[in-house]
């Protein structure tokens, strides 16, 4: 028991910092784009919205996509928000930017990562320190009177104890 709750603790805990560091990378990515759109480093370009459909998984879950079309790449296919997905038709255009990891249009963007970064790591934490807590803490009890604690028990030590927990003296 303690070597399994003393594990899930770790996994909460490395689970919750990896999440945070991994959104912090994505929230500092995201800002480095803006930034160079500000700075006039990237060219704005009309996007065509060619296709909208909703990717709906098996357990329910549905992810709207936009197909969009620009003069250098007929087909790209953006992972958007409900809202976004609601505001564009077909034939819309949109304006988006061109990176080398594929286009970043803004209004598509939405969330905010730096609270869920936050939620990742406090739930972690809290988790982890509760189960690491379980962990260290189980086994450790109080021995009833007469009875002599060992940290492995064998079958004949518990039953000699449950045999002289019933005898009055």
């Known amino acids: 028991m303690r070597l399994i709750a003393s ?15 991994r ?50 790449d007929p ?20 304006t988006g930017y061109h990176f080398a990891d594929g286009y970043f249009v803004p209004s598509s963007i939405g969330g905010e990562a730096s609270v869920a970064r936050w939620v990742f790591l406090g739930v972690g934490l809290v988790v982890g320190v509760g189960f690491l807590a379980i962990g260290l803490t189980s086994g450790r009890t109080e021995s009833a009177e007469g009875d002599s604690y060992h940290k492995n028990p064998s079958l004949r030590d518990l039953l000699t104890v449950v045999r002289n927990r019933g005898r009055k003296e």
Do not use: W
Not at 7 to 21: E, Y
Not at 27 to 34: D, I, T
Not at 44 to 59: F, G, H, M, P
Not at 78 to 90: C, H, Q, R
């Open 23 to 72: 959104l912090g990378a994505s929230e500092r990515e995201l800002a480095a784009k803006v930034q160079r759109i500000h700075e006039g480093k990237i060219q704005a370009e009309a996007l065509t919205v060619v296709r909208k459909y909703i990717n709906t998984t098996r357990r329910g879950g549905s992810y709207p996509h936009v197909v969009l079309s620009s003069r250098n």
């Open 7 to 21: 594990f899930f603790g770790l996994v909460a805990i490395v689970f919750g910092l990896v999440m945070f560091v």
């Open 75 to 94: 087909r790209i296919n953006l992972s958007t928000t409900p809202e976004f997905y609601d505001s564009v038709n077909t034939n819309s255009t949109v």
